[in-house]
């Protein structure tokens, strides 16, 4: 699955984008946050705070109970300030 | 109903023309047009202010057009247009530009004002602030959550 960062989340990570193929129990987007915080010091400095993390799953907001699976398109980024 | 998100700027006039054109419909144009405030109060001079406005290609005009969708179903619009841009911008750019046209002007005022609220709140963009060779992430308001919250019920 792809998984998009953006904004502060993106410069936290280090990656605009990565490609992970995470094991077959991690089944909604609260798990892959769990599974990726466990990929490095700066995935889980990034993820670590759930008030400064909005999620899109296929371009939609989505929840942390949010389904996902191996074609899904999972983003993460900070609360918006456009306007 | 018309979406853009662009770098360049763009012409509120032409705009204006453009949307109304050949629809005597039309009774009321609304137009709300957001610029870059100066965002020191300190020294650094205007001229070394820039902002940089990031977004997310693709669900960016997938929720411009969500938002444009639930303004048509609650209020009788005869056209509407958003546009808002990204990149580079300095203080006194033009940002965002929100259309809203109907046959009365009570419509178009709140359907305007839905439009810009409950975008500030869910199009996927981010301001960054760099001035004097510092930078920061604009953080996002609690007042803007209330201001879209109030559309709600």
Redesign the interface.
Known sequence: MRV?Y???LRERVGLAEETVSPPAEIRTVGDLVHWLRQKSPQHDYALADPAMVRI?VN???ARTDHAIGPDDEI?F??????? | MTIRVQREDFDTAAELERLSAGNPRIGAVVTFT?LVRDFTSEQSASSQQSMV????P??TE??LAAILAEAESRWPLESALII?RYGELAPGDR??LVVTASAHRQAAFEANAFL?DW??????????EQAGGGRR????KTS?DDAAARWQG
Do not use: S
């Open positions: 998009l953006f904004a502060l899109a371009q939609d907001y983003a980024f900070p609360p918006v300030t456009g306007g | 957001g406005l990031e977004h997310y693709g669900m997938r929720q808002h940002i965002v810009i975008l500030k709140t869910k199009a996927p963009f981010w301001k960054l992430w604009v953080e996002a803007d």
